[in-house]
């Protein structure tokens, strides 16, 4: 794997590595795509750049590629390379009912197949939730703001309490309406909003995290 990376960094054919493995071509974003075309970067530093972010992550791409590779042939779930890092959306079913953040049943059978990826990677994962653009005032939920990040929370607890992925490598997000995948003047496009994508940090979005610091070891007698 190492000596792949090394090859493709060295003859500036990152682009066309990851091509292989989400299928299409690699735009100025680093966002695989089978139609999306970036202009031209002649500025070496910043392909040298890019290259080393896409390399980074690319061991976790081909892991993810393998582990979920029905649910991606099925349209179920998509990967795309991003700055940040490595994005897992789902694409269809909905992950949560309209105003609510309890994840819908249908969708745990798929989140079992993801957190069974994520255990085979090291990287820290980031849980963006979203939702649509419906405003929402409840007795619990006072805006989308507080929606979002609670859908966030929800998927934390079930990838940790019950698919066995560890506290420490999660972190949560909430965006409300503000990053639609879809239109939200259909009830389809509202569907495919309510939802929590989990990113697959690169280093410079680790870096974005908050510093931790190693707790003391209890030594027992």
Excluded at 110 to 137: Q, Y
Excluded at 142 to 158: D, G, K, P, V
């Amino acid at each position: 794997m190492s000596e792949s990376v090394k090859k493709a960094l060295e003859g500036g054919k990152m682009a066309s590595l990851i091509s292989v493995v989400l299928g299409g071509s690699v735009d100025d974003t680093g966002r695989g795509s089978t139609k999306m075309r970036g202009p031209a970067i002649n500025v070496r530093s910043k392909e040298e750049t890019k290259d080393a972010k896409l390399a980074e992550l690319l061991p976790s791409l081909q892991v993810l590629n393998v582990e979920l590779q029905n649910e991606i042939k099925a349209g179920q779930i998509q990967l795309s390379m991003q700055q940040r890092g490595l994005v897992i959306s789902f694409t269809q079913a909905s992950l949560f009912p309209s105003g609510e953040d309890v994840i819908a049943p249908q969708a745990h059978s798929g989140l079992e197949r993801v957190a069974a990826a994520l255990a085979k990677i090291p990287n820290p994962v980031r849980l963006e939730g979203h939702t649509d653009s419906i405003p929402i005032k409840t007795s619990r939920f006072r805006s989308n703001w507080e929606l979002s990040a609670a859908r966030s929370i929800a998927l934390l607890e079930l990838l940790a309490t019950q698919f066995g992925i560890p506290k420490e490598r999660l972190s949560v997000a909430g965006y409300a309406d503000t990053a639609p995948l879809a239109s939200n003047d259909t009830e389809e496009g509202r569907s495919k909003n309510r939802r929590v994508d989990l990113v697959i940090l690169n280093q410079q979005g680790v870096m974005a995290e908050p510093q931790k610091i190693d707790q003391p070891v209890d030594h027992k007698p």
